[in-house]
């Protein structure tokens, strides 16, 4: 082991963090709200409406996960016990799990090959099967822009359209990806993003929801902050949830806005980079945008093996490089796969499990550098017999 170790994607600060965190000591304003909170909101609504209308009456409200976020949306939508919600299979646990918080079911539909997010037919199907069974609607579709790369969601929303069924968009991974020049996060009913500490910003653990109107935000800060109702003393007429973004951490966020740009540009280039070394080879597919109406911020770079022709399998890969001190990780094991969700009604095709046994996620944070990305591939082709 000659070299650093190369991780998935690590947290990179800018330099500005620290400024806006001593602002916020010096007054005083160590709490869960406060200007750092106020201007993180305000520097991420201009973020992803500017220059999009169908955007302009979007607000955000910072909280203290993404998946608090996920669990606002669906108390914010009326989701309860029984209810059913539609949730992308291939994902990350955190996408479903609130579901199970509010006592109701999700309902995992598989993906489609272009995007590996949501199949729009497979979302009618489910939609109309339940309907079909329980004589209701689901309450909820979570649709999840997976590694950064958009979900069909022309398609999407308009199957949610036909039906009356809010979106919510998982957008954790998926900050300043473009899908037809609109922000990810925008483009459902609720979008969420996380700023844990491996994705695309960080404010050492926190999240948001993307909110449809004032109304809405002004809603989800209520139940974000223990359902206090407008009383000198504290009346309660509603569960409430101590889920806001600490003033400290928003602050962070504040310098992490600062160099969003650059990290999205830096993830990108070295997509394009793996993108070009992998081109041409029939053992190793890279995941890059199916069309030109999507840009993903290749959060994390993808690519699938083909273990049929070469008998080779990820977890060989993966051990090789392993050796070498780079990470790679298998790609989310899907949802209706889970010990946890094997009870939960799913609607699936194949795409997900397929994706799972084949699929590989490569270095691609800001730390990593172009030549970390050559001696990857070479790796990998050594490992193919490319
Ligand atoms: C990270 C992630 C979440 C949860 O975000 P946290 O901020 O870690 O709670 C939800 N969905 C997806 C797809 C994620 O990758």
């Known amino acids: 082991m000659s070299h650093k170790k190369i991780h998935l994607c690590l947290a990179h600060m800018s330099g500005n963090e620290q400024r806006f965190i001593d602002e916020a000591f010096a007054d005083n304003w160590v709490v869960p709200l406060g200007p750092n909170v106020d201007a993180f909101e305000d520097e991420l609504k201009k973020y992803l409406t ?61 993906s489609e090959s272009a995007s590996w997010n949501m199949s729009p037919e497979l979302l009618d199907h489910a939609i109309a099967d339940r309907v079909a069974k329980t004589g209701r609607k689901p309450k909820a579709i979570i649709v999840v822009h997976l590694y950064g790369m958009p979900a069909m969601m022309d398609e999407i929303c308009a199957v949610a359209a036909k039906w009356e069924i809010p979106v919510i968009e998982d957008a954790a991974e998926a900050l300043g990806s473009v899908y037809k020049g609109k922000k990810c996060s925008t483009l459902g009913t609720y979008g969420i993003l996380s700023f844990n500490g491996n994705k695309m910003i960080t404010t050492s653990g926190g999240g948001a929801l993307v909110c449809p109107d004032m109304e809405s935000k002004k809603r989800c800060v209520f139940f974000s902050t223990q359902a206090r109702e407008p009383f000198p003393y504290y009346q309660h007429e509603h569960i409430g949830f101590n889920y806001r973004m600490s003033n400290i ?72 490089l392993q050796s070498l001190n780079v990470e790679t990780r298998p790609l989310w094991k899907p949802m209706h796969l889970q010990p946890v969700y094997a009870n939960a009604p799913a609607y699936v095709n194949g795409v997900s499990e397929l994706l799972f046994t084949q699929g590989l996620c490569l270095p691609s944070g800001p730390w990593v550098t172009p030549d970390d990305v050559k001696m990857i591939v070479s790796e990998i082709k050594k490992c193919v017999n490319d």
């Open 50 to 110: 500017e220059g999009n209308p169908d955007a302009a009456n979007k607000e955000i409200a910072a909280v203290s996960a993404g998946t608090a976020a996920i669990h606002l949306a669906l108390v914010l939508l009326g989701v309860g016990k029984g209810d059913e919600v539609i949730c992308q299979s291939f994902t990350f646990a955190a996408s479903a799990n609130p579901v199970t918080y509010q006592g109701a079911v999700p309902v995992f539909v598989d």
């Open 249 to 320: 951490c928003a602050g962070i966020g504040r310098g992490q806005m600062t160099i969003l740009e650059e990290h999205i540009a830096h993830h990108r280039k070295l997509a394009a980079l793996y993108q070009e070394l992998f081109a041409g080879s029939d053992n190793i597919m890279f995941h890059s945008d199916p069309t030109t109406d999507s840009q993903s911020n290749y959060w994390l770079n993808t690519i699938l093996i083909n273990t049929n022709k070469t008998g080779v399998t990820p977890e060989d890969i993966r051990l090789h």
